[in-house]
């Protein structure tokens, strides 16, 4: 009855890879999120979806690509990963925009 | 957009002590502000809030104040324990607006010592 999951919880990959981490949430929320935390902690905000509707966009390299099939889901897919990618990837989300937000458990991306 | 500034980057106290952390926004339209705690390789979890028709908020060791005329808020943590170990992150955001979006501070590594 997780509120917030998030897969793989580990993800070690080559550079040049292509992967996934899969998002989905169980509150009923309008908005997903993804967020990027460095080795420094800072919380970057990468995506934010409303009823799958795109509304942020940070800057983010093309290589990543955010996919919501429906309210409940957000993936995020990764092209020619590279070594700055490297970090945990939290996915997370609220009721409404600007609200309290549940984060996923992250997921912890290596690239060699 | 908003920019959220919190102050110290490390905090180190002695179990038993107060610790207190300072963050600032500059948007005087941010009307929702909460903190959270991330635990060593866990998740960031909310701790407490406060919006900007309350001037403080208490959940018993831990309070929160706003001071919406200068533009920060505080997180105050009374009689520390090892437990409360962790980085501590504040957000300032327009709750409910359509552009509405948490702004992170950059986090306060707080350990406790025994």
């Known amino acids: 009855d997780t509120a917030v999951s998030q897969t793989p919880k580990y993800l070690v990959t080559q550079m040049g890879n292509d992967k996934s981490i899969k998002c989905e949430q169980n509150l009923g929320h309008d908005t997903m999120y993804w967020y990027k935390q460095d080795s420094k902690k800072f919380l970057k905000i990468m995506f934010s979806?409303?009823?799958?509707?795109?509304?942020i966009n940070e800057t983010v390299p093309n290589r990543f690509s955010p996919k919501s099939p429906d309210k409940a889901h957000l993936n995020l897919h990764i092209n020619s990963l590279e070594l700055g990618d490297s970090a945990v990837y939290f996915c997370?989300?609220?009721?409404?925009?600007?609200?309290?937000?549940?984060f996923g458990s992250g997921t912890q991306l290596s690239v060699l | 957009g908003e920019n959220v500034e919190q102050h110290p980057s490390t905090l180190s106290v002695q179990e038993g002590d107060s610790a207190v952390i300072k963050c600032t926004y500059s948007d005087s339209a941010s009307n929702y502000f909460p903190w959270y705690k991330q635990e060593l390789g866990k998740r960031p979890q909310l701790i407490i809030d406060?919006?900007?028709?309350?001037g403080e908020k208490k959940d018993q060791r831990i309070a929160v104040t706003l001071n919406k005329t200068a533009k920060h808020f505080s997180l105050h943590i009374t009689e520390t324990q090892p437990e409360d170990s962790a980085v501590y992150f504040c957000a300032a955001s327009k709750e409910g607006s359509t552009l509405g979006r948490l702004y992170f501070g950059r986090g306060t590594q707080l350990t406790v010592w025994p």
């Open positions: 997370a989300s609220s009721q409404g925009r600007g609200e309290k937000l549940f």
């Open positions: 979806y409303n009823n799958k509707e795109l509304i």
């Open positions: 406060i919006r900007s028709n309350v």
